[in-house]
């Protein structure tokens, strides 16, 4: 399982039905949290998210839509009696700010919170475990911003189970061929592994783009990607804010995706000052025909 759910899908201020930015990543029976607007912690208690299953946190800048709610889920992730370590991934001003805000309230986790910085106008691996590596790499904002790259790679080789029979292979022995090894008969014979095993599954890569001006030196951060995620908060008859505001709109968005090669573009960050979204996947589609909104409570696979 690799998969996105939208938490919130909105810019800066809330409306009634949409919210700041915030996303759960599902990668086999692990969650991690990309950003944590105002409201993340209802809306994982609205979709049945399980806020205990989350190990990782990417806060992608220090605006408020996009951390807002960080201090909220953190303290009620220690009220509901978490034990598990966290890691947040946060530019270096965040460590201070919740040292403070702990402090202020007199507060101590019942968890370990590891904090891991993001260097300014650093490309990185963030972390490396099993199948899954996150690395980061900056964007274009008006302060400093990152994006985060995950990279699930697939190394355990397939078993083709009537194969496996064929050769009287347990079914206890399967684990070991999808590590490679061959298997040795009773007789002596050897089963060589790729007899009975296919390479790999290809792996999956899911681009989160953060807040950016139109930039195309994005672009080799998004090549080939399976989906990416890319800000659009305005319609491009909005260009000239948009560049004003070091922030992009769908054409922009649907242009880089098509530069990159992407298979499929995911695109949120609306303005408030849109009521109906369906004229940003408008603008989107002739440009880049596998586009579709970030829908809030809806889950992409990867």
Sequence with gaps: MFAVTILGNNSAIPTPDRHPTAQVITWNDQLMLVDCGEGTQMQLTKYKVRRGKIRHIFISHLHGDHYFGLIGLINSMSLLG????????????????????????????????SFHALLPDRTGLLFREKDMEVSYFPTKHRIPCYGFSFNLQRRKRRVIPEQARAYDIPAAYYSHLQEGADYEQKNGKVVKNDW??????????????????????????????????????YLHELVQRAQDRFHSTAVQAATLARMAGAKRLLIGHFSSKYTELQPFLDESLPIFPQTELALEGATYLI
Excluded: M, W
């Design 82 to 113: 978490r034990t598990e370590p966290l890691s947040l991934y946060a530019p270096p001003e965040l460590e201070e700010i919740l040292r403070l805000q702990l402090q202020c309230a007199a507060t101590t986790l019942r968890f370990n919170l």
């Design 196 to 233: 009975v095993t296919l390479p790999p599954a290809p792996g999956k890569r899911y681009v989160f783009c953060a807040d950016s001006i139109y930039d195309e030196e994005l672009v080799p951060h998004l090549q080939n990607a399976d989906l990416v995620y890319h800000e659009t908060t």
